[in-house]
């Protein structure tokens, strides 16, 4: 079945420093990407829309300054959480929709600590 | 806002099927009912999803009431590995990108018993 892939699946970084959290579609290409944020014991929330080759859109109280989104292809879409501080802390997630099909796929997630 | 709305929790025996409810009476004629499930630390696995027929694959069933205003996830024997907590969210599904958002709820923490 169709795969998206995290990177990396997990990170751990100094308070102040960038991280970049790559999702790649393997074996379809995906005109739109979803970023999602979830602490622990709550539900995934939605922080992104992008659709590849425009900006994305933001959900209310996402600030777009610091969680950088590029979706520069159809494979692959990338979030740069910028200046990260421990409040950052979180397991994000991507999901994939295929542009073929329609059908959404999700990564396998990406574990931010900030010290 | 979720679209949907599940029990909190859920307790099943193993070997039992278990049967997860869903509520989606505000569901638009053209979306589609998703379930996924979510184990710790995963990602969302798909499951199963559905228009307005029943539909069974390998791992669940899926019943959708005539008025498509609930569903209904069934494993039919349930196993250890089953606990997760299940998502049940209504989505539109178009080919060729778009900007629908994907909102979650807080789903059901399915716990399966020896």
């Known amino acids: 079945g169709a795969v998206v892939s995290q990177h990396p699946s997990w990170v751990i970084c100094k308070s102040g420093t960038s991280v970049k959290i790559e999702c790649r579609s393997l074996d379809f290409q995906a005109t739109t990407m979803f970023w999602y944020r979830q602490f622990p014991k709550q539900s995934l929330m939605l922080m992104a829309t992008s659709n590849e080759g425009s900006k994305a859109t933001y959900e209310q109280g996402v600030e777009k300054d610091k969680f950088l989104i590029n979706h520069a292809s159809l494979t692959l879409s990338t979030l740069t959480v910028t200046s990260a501080h421990p409040e950052d802390s979180s397991f994000y997630i991507c999901s994939a929709e295929a542009a073929r099909t329609g059908e959404l796929f999700f990564g396998e997630g990406s574990r931010l600590t900030v010290l | 806002d979720a679209k949907t709305t599940q029990p909190t929790s859920m307790d099943c025996a193993e070997g039992r099927a278990a049967n997860l409810p869903c509520n989606h009476s505000?569901?638009?004629?053209?979306?589609?009912v998703y379930w996924y499930r979510q184990i710790h630390s995963q990602g969302p696995q798909y499951i199963i999803h559905g228009l307005k027929n029943n539909e069974t694959n390998e791992m669940a069933s899926l019943i959708i009431t005539e008025d498509r205003k609930s569903s209904t996830l069934i494993l039919p024997h349930a196993t250890l590995r089953d606990t997760a907590v299940y998502y049940c969210?209504?989505?539109?599904?178009?080919?060729?990108?778009?900007?629908?958002?994907?909102?979650f709820g807080k789903g059901t923490l399915l716990t399966v018993n020896p």
């Open positions: 505000t569901i638009s004629g053209n979306e589609y």
């Open positions: 969210i209504v989505r539109v599904v178009s080919s060729g990108g778009s900007n629908y958002k994907l909102t």
